[in-house]
């Protein structure tokens, strides 16, 4: 009698499919120049957001001040939370009647949607910032920029604009319709441009004021783009941190406005991430 074995068959394996993977870097580079060429497809929406800063500089500074040079940093913290602010409205329209829903099909991570828009808000509102700048030169203002001085003003602009950008991603994804957008949009850009020391020191407002201010980080912007660009003593560094080592003090105000991009950039890719699903 002969025993007779079987050899149990191994389960086959079931092939699974599996998502492409992508170059991030690659896929940023085409989300970006999509969003550019939706935010700049003709001359004139390239020369429109150029007249803001310019009239800004014209009218606005002279208008309130002698001082055009300190008023113009001033409406620097005016021009860069609109602009990119008002950039939601474009968000919105994408994702009413634009190719974002097919967007999100695609295999990249959704953050990167959020990083290409980003770029492109940073870039538009650097570009008024330099008009402005430019047109107030022109009109007769004085800047005195050193390079240590120009890279605090670079840092405090962009780390000011990472933010405003993200606080439109954040209502962008939460409000459903343009025109509640619009309604809501202007406050949140400027509300905080009244209590930042805009056009006077934030140590001439009521105590308690003094203190709302100090917790902004446009404050905390206004003052170091002052000390990089017109007042070298850092009058408006003092009134926030009343230290004796100006270079401490920037520091603490430049790590503050990019704790708070940071933290606003991380809230508006879960928001985007989440309403996406929806």
């Given at each position: 009698?002969?025993?007779?074995?079987?050899?149990r068959?191994?389960?086959?394996?079931?092939?699974?499919?599996?998502?492409?993977?992508?170059?991030?870097?690659?896929a940023?580079?085409?989300?970006t120049?999509?969003?550019?060429?939706?935010s700049?497809?003709?001359?004139?929406?390239?020369?429109?957001?150029?007249?803001t800063?310019?009239l800004?500089a014209?009218?606005?500074?002279?208008?309130?001040?002698?001082t055009?040079?300190f008023v113009?940093?001033?409406?620097?913290g005016l021009?860069?939370?609109?602009?990119?602010?008002l950039?939601?409205?474009?968000?919105?329209?994408?994702?009413e009647?634009g190719a974002?829903?097919?967007?999100?099909?695609?295999?990249?991570?959704?953050?990167?949607?959020v990083?290409g828009n980003?770029?492109?808000?940073?870039?538009?509102?650097?570009?008024?910032?330099v008009?402005?700048?430019g047109?107030?030169?022109?009109?007769?203002?004085?800047?005195?920029?050193?390079a240590?001085?120009?890279?605090?003003?670079?840092?405090?602009?962009?780390?000011?604009?990472i933010a405003m950008?993200?606080?439109?991603?954040?209502?962008?994804?939460?409000i459903?319709?343009?025109?509640?957008?619009?309604?809501?949009?202007?406050a949140?850009?400027?509300?905080?441009w009244?209590?930042?020391?805009s056009?006077?020191?934030?140590n001439?407002m009521?105590a308690g004021?003094?203190v709302?201010?100090?917790?902004?980080p446009?404050?905390h912007a206004l003052a170091l783009?002052?000390?990089?660009?017109v007042?070298?003593?850092?009058?408006?560094?003092h009134?926030?941190?009343?230290?004796?080592?100006?270079t401490?003090?920037?520091?603490?105000?430049l790590a503050?406005?990019f704790?708070?991009?940071?933290?606003?950039l991380f809230?508006?890719s879960?928001?985007?991430?989440?309403?996406?699903?929806r």
């Amino acid at each position: 009698m002969t025993a007779i074995t079987t050899t149990r068959p191994k389960p086959a394996r079931i092939a699974t499919a599996t998502r492409p993977r992508t170059n991030r870097l690659a896929a940023l580079r085409t989300l970006t120049l999509r969003r550019f060429a939706l935010s700049a497809r003709t001359p004139r929406e390239i020369l429109v957001p150029l007249l803001t800063p310019i009239l800004f500089a014209d009218v606005i500074a002279p208008a309130l001040a002698k001082t055009t040079a300190f008023v113009a940093i001033g409406t620097v913290g005016l021009l860069v939370p609109l602009s990119c602010i008002l950039a939601g409205v474009g968000l919105i329209v994408d994702r009413e009647s634009g190719a974002q829903r097919d967007l999100l099909a695609a295999p990249v991570p959704r953050s990167l949607l959020v990083l290409g828009n980003l770029i492109v808000a940073v870039c538009i509102a650097s570009l008024q910032v330099v008009a402005l700048i430019g047109a107030a030169v022109l009109r007769g203002s004085t800047f005195t920029v050193s390079a240590s001085g120009l890279a605090w003003f670079l840092l405090a602009t962009i780390g000011i604009a990472i933010a405003m950008h993200s606080a439109a991603e954040i209502l962008a994804a939460r409000i459903p319709k343009q025109e509640e957008y619009v309604g809501v949009a202007p406050a949140v850009a400027l509300v905080p441009w009244f209590f930042a020391g805009s056009f006077f020191r934030i140590n001439a407002m009521p105590a308690g004021l003094t203190v709302i201010a100090k917790a902004l980080p446009l404050t905390h912007a206004l003052a170091l783009m002052r000390y990089a660009m017109v007042d070298h003593r850092a009058a408006g560094l003092h009134d926030i941190w009343g230290a004796h080592s100006t270079t401490m003090m920037a520091a603490a105000s430049l790590a503050v406005v990019f704790a708070f991009a940071a933290l606003m950039l991380f809230i508006a890719s879960r928001v985007f991430a989440r309403s996406a699903m929806r």
